[in-house]
C-alpha cells in the first residue's frame, strides 16, 4: 500500500464521520493528493518527524529500532523508494506525537494538541519530572530560545530559594490540588519534608539557565503568589509567625535576585557571578498584560507552543499556524512593552520596588 493510499483512506474516514462541511471539505482534500504523488508525501512525513527528533540522535538509528527493520530499509523509505506501510505510520506517529493534518498540509480549522496526562492522574512530583524532561529535550538542540507569556511567575523561579519553593510547593498540593493529605496542616519550613521535589525542582532550573529566554511579565504576575501568602496569613495557615518571615524573605532574595538578571542581561544561580553566564535572559513588562502562561520554544526554526490549563496541566502543539500565529501576539506585545534587561534601570527599579513594596506589606499588615 503506496503512502497516498494510506493518506486517501485516512481522510475518507474523516469525510464519513463528518457531520457538517465546516469540519472537513472533501474535495479540496482530496486535490492535494493529486498535486502531490506518494514520494511527495512520503518525504514530507520524514521531513516532519527529522524535526522532532533531537539532532543529537540518528533519525535513520532510531526508525530502524522502533520498526525492527534494517538500516537500509529505512533509507529507501525515507528515500521514497520504498512506501511505508499503515502500521509503520501509526507507530512512528503515536512514537512522536506527529499530527497527519499538518503533514498532509489540510487547510481546516482543526488544530491537533497533546494533552500530557489526560489519561492518567499524575502527582506533583510527575509534573515536575514532566518538565524537566521537556527542558532537557529543548537543551538538547544547538539552536533554541524560550519565550514565556507570564501570567504568573514561572514554577521554576521559586527554586531558586528554599523557603518560598517550599511554601509554594505545599501551596499547590493542599490549596491547589486539594491533596487529601495536607487538609489538615498548616505549613512549617521545618515540617514539611519536600526534598525530592526540590531536588527535581533544582534540576529544572539548571536546565533553564542553560536556554536563551524572552519573559513578558505585567504587573499582575507576581499576584497570584502575594494572594497566596496573604490568604495563609489570614487563615492562620503559618504554623509560626517565623515560618511566614522566613517566606517572605525567601521571596524577596528570589525578587532581588531576578532583578539581578533582569540588570545582567544574563541567567546565573545565586551566589554565582553573572559573568561566568552567557545564556541571555530578556525581561520584558507590560503594564496593561493579563498573560496567559503561554510558552512558546524555537527549537532549530520549529516551534513548539506550550498552553497551561486546569492549574498546572498543559496542552502543546507544534502546529505551524497556531505557533505561527501565538508568536506573532507575543512579538505584537513585546512591542509595546519596556525592555528592562541591560538596560532601562528607571524603570527595572521602579518595578521590582513595586513588588517588593507589595511583600513588605504582608509582614506589617
Avoid at 63 to 77: K, M, N, P
Avoid at 340 to 360: C, M, P, Q
Wanted: hydrophobic fraction near 40%.
Amino acid at each position: 500500500m503506496i503512502f497516498t493510499e494510506i493518506c486517501l483512506i485516512w481522510v475518507q474516514k474523516l469525510v464519513k464521520g463528518a457531520k457538517t462541511q465546516r469540519t472537513v471539505n472533501r474535495k479540496a482534500y482530496l486535490i492535494i493528493y493529486k498535486d502531490m504523488n506518494s514520494t511527495d508525501l512520503q518525504q514530507v512525513f520524514f521531513s516532519n518527524l527529522k524535526n522532532v527528533i533531537p539532532p543529537n540522535i540518528s533519525m535513520v538509528d532510531e526508525i530502524a529500532e522502533i520498526l525492527d527493520i534494517g538500516y537500509d530499509s529505512v533509507y529507501r523509505r525515507i528515500r521514497g523508494e520504498k512506501p511505508i506501510t499503515i502500521g509503520e505510520l501509526k507507530i512512528l506517529c503515536d512514537r512522536y506525537q506527529i499530527s497527519l493534518d499538518q503533514v498532509l498540509q489540510l487547510n481546516n480549522d482543526s488544530i491537533v494538541f497533546q494533552a500530557p496526562g489526560i489519561n492518567n492522574d499524575i502527582d506533583f512530583s510527575g509534573y515536575l519530572s514532566g518538565i524537566l524532561t521537556e527542558f532537557k529535550f529543548f537543551n538538547s538542540f544547538p539552536r533554541k530560545e524560550m519565550f514565556y507569556l507570564c501570567k504568573d511567575l514561572p514554577i521554576w523561579h521559586f527554586f531558586l530559594f528554599p523557603e518560598i519553593a517550599a511554601f509554594k510547593l505545599f501551596c499547590w498540593m493542599k490549596t491547589i490540588q486539594n491533596h487529601p493529605d495536607y487538609q489538615n496542616r498548616t505549613f512549617s519550613i521545618s515540617g514539611f519534608p519536600y526534598d525530592d521535589l526540590y531536588k527535581t525542582g533544582q534540576q529544572i532550573l539548571a536546565e533553564y539557565n542553560k536556554l536563551p529566554t524572552v519573559e513578558l511579565w505585567g504587573y499582575e504576575t507576581v499576584n497570584s503568589t502575594i494572594n497566596q501568602i496573604q490568604y495563609y496569613r489570614d487563615a492562620k495557615l503559618f504554623t509560626k509567625e517565623e515560618d511566614l518571615k522566613l517566606v517572605l524573605q525567601s521571596l524577596n532574595k528570589m525578587l532581588d535576585h531576578l532583578k539581578g538578571e533582569a540588570e545582567a542581561g544574563v541567567k546565573f544561580m545565586p551566589n554565582v557571578a553573572a559573568s561566568h553566564s552567557k545564556v541571555a535572559y530578556n525581561l520584558y513588562i507590560n503594564e496593561v498584560l493579563l498573560g496567559n502562561n503561554t510558552t512558546l520554544v524555537n527549537l532549530d526554526d520549529t516551534l513548539h507552543c506550550y498552553i497551561n490549563y486546569n492549574g498546572l496541566n498543559y496542552f502543546k502543539t507544534r502546529d505551524v499556524r497556531f505557533t505561527a500565529r501565538s508568536m506573532g501576539h507575543f512579538n505584537t506585545l513585546v512591542s509595546r512593552s519596556t525592555h528592562i534587561s541591560g538596560t532601562g534601570e528607571k524603570y527595572r527599579n521602579k518595578y521590582f520596588g513595586l513588588l517588593k513594596e507589595r511583600v513588605s506589606a504582608l509582614d506589617t499588615a
